[in-house]
C-alpha cells in the first residue's frame, strides 16, 4: 500500500490524505523541498496581548511584551532553525489595542491584519485560517 501524504498538522507534520494501492497513480502534488529556507509566521497578536495583560503582566506593560515575543520568534526561527520568515501577519482589532503596536510591528517587517471587532469571537481565527491556507497551497518556496 502507498500512503499519500500532505503538510498538516500531526505526527512529523503530516496528515495522511488516502492510502492507495500500488496500481493506482498516486494524485500529482506540490511539494515544497525538505530543504526550504523559508516560514510563514502567523500570530493572533490580539490573543497574545491580552493572555498577557490578563495573566502574567501589569496591565500598562503588555504592548512591549507582546512586540518582544514576536520579535523573539522571529530571532529564533532564523538564529536556530536557519529559517528566514517571507510571511509574517499578525492578527487583530487593532483599532480597540492601547498605545498602538501597528507601526513597531510594521518596522519588524510584520503585515498587521486589521479584523475589525464583531458579534463573531473568532474572526481573527478565521482570517488567519484562511491566510494560512492560501499560503501553504500558493507559495511551495516556504516549507
Not at 55 to 84: C, F, I, M, N
Not at 98 to 127: C, I
Amino acid at each position: 500500500m502507498l500512503t499519500q501524504l500532505r503538510r498538516g498538522a500531526g505526527a512529523a507534520g503530516f496528515l495522511p490524505l488516502r492510502t492507495l494501492s500500488a496500481s493506482i497513480m498516486p494524485i500529482p502534488t506540490a511539494t515544497p523541498s525538505a530543504a526550504s529556507p523559508y516560514a510563514a509566521v502567523f500570530i493572533d497578536f490580539e490573543n497574545v496581548y491580552y493572555f498577557l495583560k490578563n495573566h502574567y503582566l501589569d496591565p500598562q506593560d503588555p504592548h512591549d511584551y507582546a512586540l518582544d515575543l514576536v520579535r523573539a520568534l522571529r530571532d529564533t526561527l532564523k538564529r536556530e532553525l536557519g529559517l528566514d520568515s517571507l510571511v509574517l501577519y499578525a492578527y487583530a482589532d487593532f483599532d480597540r489595542l492601547p498605545s498602538g503596536p501597528q507601526g513597531p510591528l510594521y518596522l519588524m517587517g510584520v503585515d498587521t491584519r486589521n479584523v475589525l471587532g464583531t458579534d463573531h469571537k473568532n474572526a481573527a481565527d478565521m482570517q488567519l485560517c484562511i491566510d494560512a491556507l492560501e499560503v501553504l497551497y500558493t507559495r511551495p518556496d516556504i516549507g
